[in-house]
Structure formats: C-alpha cells, structure tokens
C-alpha cells in the first residue's frame, strides 16, 4: 500500500471496533505500530496523555498486558466475562497528508459493555491517527473522548 484512499482509512476504523467487538484482541493489537498508543483523557481538552492525567494511556506493552490479563482464566473482573459493541457513525477523514505519512479519521459512536446483567452506555469520538508501515495501515494513535469523561464512571474492561 502506497497512498492509503479514503475509503482505506474508514474501512480500518470499522475493522478496529469489530475486532473488539469480537473479542480479537491479538489481531487488534496487531493494528498499532510499534510506537503505537491507546488513549482516553480525562478531559476533552486535554492536549497530551503524558502531563495530564488521563483515563487510560496505553503503549503497546501495556495494551499486551491488558489483553493478557482479560484473557486470563483468573481475572475476577472478568466472571462473567465483559462483552461490548461499538456503534459507528461513518468515520470522517479529517487529514490525509502522504508527505508526513500522517492520516486522521473521527469517528462519533455509541459504546456498550456489559458484564453479567449489567450494562453500560457511552457517547463516544475516536480520532484515530494512522500511518502506512510495511505497507500495511498502523495505528499511531488511538484517541477516544468519552461525552461524560469528567463523571463518576465505573470501571470499563474492555476497549471503548
């Protein structure tokens, strides 16, 4: 893949919710570059995960330890296990510059998880910040700004 289309950057924001969805963690780890981060502020005006606090701020060594741990058959927070469904409006491109080898969707959805009998709602957006490496779409950055961040919120398992 030399210049990613429109239509390549989209079809990457659908495959990334439905392999959550599904629960193909592997798969979906494999999307994120090697410098590739996992991000949910605090606030949605937070510029940066690293000097503020944040929500979750999740390099691919910590994503690979979260994957482990809800795959783990002793994982409390997981009986009965997590289940979730992202519900995507159409991700819009917001920047395609093959230059800087720097691509950026947005993406409004509905996020659901629910866990035994019960089930939580969230408004979300995602930009995702994508690049082409090996000839194959990465995710650089995955920023998720939850509508009500700044709540009381319980604890998600999954991947919003």
């Given at each position: 893949?030399?210049?990613?289309?429109?239509?390549?950057?989209?079809?990457?924001?659908?495959?990334?919710?439905?392999?959550?969805?599904?629960?193909?963690?592997?798969?979906?780890?494999?999307?994120?570059?090697?410098?590739?981060?996992?991000?949910?502020?605090?606030s949605?005006?937070?510029p940066?995960?690293?000097?503020?606090?944040?929500?979750a701020?999740?390099?691919?060594?910590?994503?690979?330890?979260?994957?482990?741990?809800?795959g783990?058959?002793?994982?409390?927070?997981?009986?009965?296990?997590?289940?979730?469904?992202?519900?995507?409006?159409?991700?819009?491109?917001?920047?395609?510059?093959?230059?800087?080898?720097?691509?950026?969707?947005r993406?409004?959805?509905?996020?659901?998880?629910?866990?035994?009998?019960?089930?939580?709602?969230?408004?979300?957006?995602?930009?995702?910040?994508?690049?082409?490496?090996?000839?194959?779409?990465?995710?650089?950055?995955?920023?998720?700004?939850?509508?009500?961040?700044g709540?009381?919120?319980?604890?998600?398992q999954?991947?919003?």
């Amino acid at each position: 893949m030399s210049t990613p289309t429109r239509e390549d950057l989209i079809e990457l924001v659908y495959r990334e919710a439905r392999l959550i969805d599904e629960k193909r963690f592997d798969e979906w780890y494999a999307l994120f570059s090697e410098d590739g981060v996992y991000w949910v502020p605090l606030s949605p005006e937070q510029p940066d995960g690293i000097d503020n606090a944040s929500l979750a701020y999740e390099d691919k060594l910590l994503l690979r330890l979260r994957i482990e741990r809800l795959g783990s058959p002793r994982a409390f927070s997981q009986q009965p296990p997590s289940r979730c469904l992202h519900v995507l409006q159409r991700p819009e491109v917001e920047e395609m510059d093959p230059e800087r080898n720097r691509y950026v969707t947005r993406t409004a959805y509905l996020y659901v998880e629910s866990r035994g009998e019960a089930q939580q709602l969230y408004g979300c957006t995602a930009r995702h910040t994508l690049a082409v490496i090996d000839d194959a779409l990465r995710i650089r950055v995955k920023r998720v700004d939850l509508l009500n961040s700044g709540a009381a919120l319980p604890s998600i398992q999954l991947f919003p």
